[in-house]
């Protein structure tokens, strides 16, 4: 494609790489994220607002300890999220499914909770990797039926795994409603529930939607000298392991022929329908395990609000700017978290509307996303001969 | 002076085209006079249909004139060449399948008004026909045509927009030997009405039986514009290739003769893509250290068949069995582990991932077995990368990097590690049967004979070989028997020594069927005696 400039000798064409340079991703993320940081400027300014004020309070994110820590903490969802999708994306299964996903490892992971308020007790130490394995199966096993109907009889992965999510948050909805059998109002939970709030000062169960709180037993512990919590380790595990599957495993390899050419997968006498329920239990059970973390560390409480703000569809746009790299992925949702956090800090000290912020998060997204480009295509000025 | 000779019909100076990483046309000059049937000949790759594309619009030159009928034009679209009176016959053609020959004909015209007046169209395509010494049905579904026919769908389309350059793109691949002729003898008609012919074609004997003059590109340059009457085929060859070439491939008698057939397909029966039966009631074996060639037009079953063989299709009904396994719907797994090599019509996408490395793509379906793997899921990496650039150096491969996309390899090079992958023995699997599928289509001629020499190789060590081609002289210079497919069904098996062009060619047209079930029964004994 070339096009010419008007008046001039020159001309700009556009072509596609032969090769993508080892560091080119890289840097074109970087250079559209700040173009998007400058533009968003405009954005400030139509509201009435310097936008220099608003990149000092981005800036302090960075580089102050307290909010950087508040910005890993709340980017730690996002990672589950993204590291979930690495692998079916690798092999062109589009889940699109990661809220979903993570909602049901939210609430097969309070089943303990619930029985240690109906007054069924385990030893302490069992609370949290039983909850955290109940999250990654029964999320793995959720995610498998997608997985199935697309290997069995070809029906479009993107459409199920998205309806399934209406199901896991009306499930949600019918356990913690008023009346619900999980609602922290429950009679069943009443003496213990009672009890405990007493304890904390309060006297008396609201009854709104949602259940009785985690206990102490079953609570995510904070990295020590950190105070962010633990699900960090835990993501940074993942990631490393999911780096090894995939370059160093017969299961990364077949993923990569498959995301390439289903044809060139059957060639290669590839079992598809086995390797997309293996990958697709791990893609949910680590969504799963995104919900137990977010559960157990920061919400600690089950309600319809377990995934705001949409952590699995965050999780697909972080998935695809880290181009599907685990350890990348990790670094993009942390840009994530920072972005959350200054538009956070942006409304607290601005009093810039909520929408204000969420539109700048927005704009950040979309010239990443248009950076892409740049990734497979240069473009040249060139002299018209 | 003024030359009272007419100005050329085209004539391109010094055209340009620059494509990322390549110069497709370096300074080109190329000119066809009124009335001729100008060949192009190059391999593929030299230029041809960049050229051609430029000439008919699709591409635009980076710098050069057009000069159409000595009048200088700027050509921005088809359908500028189109009002310039240029027509175009695609390699690939573009027809609605569903649709009749009038409609595809008439399709985007205007002279036939709104509601269209079908008689009116009808009329003139069947004037037209008569004109150039063919006949069609304009009533006729697309689908319901041979390949010939549709290429003279494509003519009518040329010739009813007024073209009076004719551009073909290699159009006898898909012909029979007695299409070609008629459509020589159509050419020559046009050709007499004062229509000027571009005949693109890589094939040597047909560019001097049809042209008058000859232009050559080589690697996007003209190597030289030349009367066919006036060179000799070697000639034309070496300018096409840059070098001598071996038209014949040494092959010895067969030596290996055993009497039970490592292939035996039996009434076998199987669906296309689109859910027609496209291998009807096919049955043939091939024996050890033999060369079965199927010969027959593309799309006449041939593909279908050999994905049932390697497993990569469901048979509908019927037995494939290697050895004395029975792997009717086996996976393409067990099929490998047979020790059959399949060499896929589709090179890129099937035969290998163009995105993907050279040692994934060198590693593709051994990728599970020792010493490929390590505690049945680790890869090992070093053995892997070491193996890939040893096969790499002993084939000569153009490469940069053992981690660089395969689909930076060209075909050639590209085929070349599909056959060193499928034939590269581990200690469960040693080769037995080769599937190949057009395994020369589109190489240049030195990776054409790299290839071929492969096959007989395996044949000599006592491989059975299935070669599918269109080319009718591959099948014939490699064979020891061809069996010929018209529309999924054999039409005969012959023995190569007993091969007669003539013969073959009317049953790939379906005109003549062969008794073979005798040819099949002697045929193990035969050499023996």
Sequence with gaps: MALHIPGTKYYVKVERRLEVPRMIPALVSIVSAIAGILLGGIIFLAVGIDPMEAYTRIGRVVTNPAFLGNAIEVSIPIMFTS???????????YNIGGEGQFEIGAIVAMIPVIWYWAGFELPTFIYLPFMALLAFVIAGLWALIPAFLRAKWKVNEILVTLMMNFISLQIIWYLVSPGGPWNEANPAFRERYLAYLKEQGVSIIPGFKGTPVVPEVARMPTIPGLGINAGLVLAIVIAVVLWFISSKTIIGYEV??????????????????????????????LAGLGGFVNLT????????????????????????????????????????GILTQSAYIMQQELRISHYVSVGFEGLIFILLVIGDFFVYYRVRLMKKV | MVSKEKPPAVLMKNIVKQFPGVLALDHVNFEVKAGEIHGLLGENGAGKTTLMSILYGVYRTDSGEIYIHGKKVNIR???????????MVPQHFKLVMAHTVVENVILGLKEFGLVLKMKDAEKKIIELAKT??????????????????????????????????????????????????????????????????????????????????????????????????????????????????LFRIKKEPRKIVLEEPILKVEGLYALSDKGVMAVRNVSLEVYPGEILGVAGIAGSGQEELAEVIAGMRKAERGKVIIGNVDVTNASPKKIFELGVAYIPESRIYVGTAPNLTLWENMIMRHHRYPPFVKNKVILNLPYIYNFTRKRAEALNMMYSSIFAPARTLSGGNL???ILARELAETPGRKTKLIVAVYPTRGLDVGATEYVRKVLIEQRDKGVGVLLISEDLEEILMLSDRIAVIHNGEIMGIVKAEEANVEEIGLMMGGALRKNTVSEKKAEPKAPSN
């Design chain 1, 83 to 93: 590291l979930a999708l690495i692998l079916p994306f690798r092999m062109a299964f």
């Design chain 2, 132 to 245: 150039y010494g063919f006949r069609i049905n304009p009533k006729a579904k697309i689908w319901q045509l041979s390949m010939g026919e549709r290429q003279y769908v494509e003519l009518l389309k040329a010739l009813i927009r007024k073209a009076n350059i004719l551009i073909l793109d290699e159009p006898t691949t898909v012909l029979t030997p007695q299409e070609t002729r008629e459509l020589f003898n159509t050419l020559r008609r046009m050709k007499e009405e004062g229509k000027s012919i571009i005949f693109i074609s890589h094939k040597l004997e047909e560019v001097k039986e049809l042209c008058d003059r000859v232009t050559v590109l080589r690697k996007g340059r003209v190597v030289g514009t030349v009367d066919p009457k006036k060179v000799g085929l070697a000639d034309l060859a070496r300018m096409m290739v840059g070098r001598e070439v």
């Design chain 1, 256 to 285: 990569r022929i498959v995301g390439e050419s289903e044809k060139a997968a059957q060639y290669a006498g590839i079992n598809y329908l086995r390797l997309v329920l293996l990958v697709m239990f791990i893609s949910g059970g």
């Design chain 2, 415 to 417: 085929q070349k590690l």
């Design chain 1, 297 to 336: 560390a920061d919400l600690l409480k089950l309600s319809p609000e377990i995934s705001t703000p949409g952590y699995g569809y965050t999780g697909i746009i972080a998935a695809w700017l880290s181009r599907l790299n685990p350890i990348a992925a990790l670094i993009v949702s942390v840009f994530f």
């Design chain 2, 77 to 87: 679209s088809p359908k500028d060449a189109i009002a310039l009176g240029i027509g």
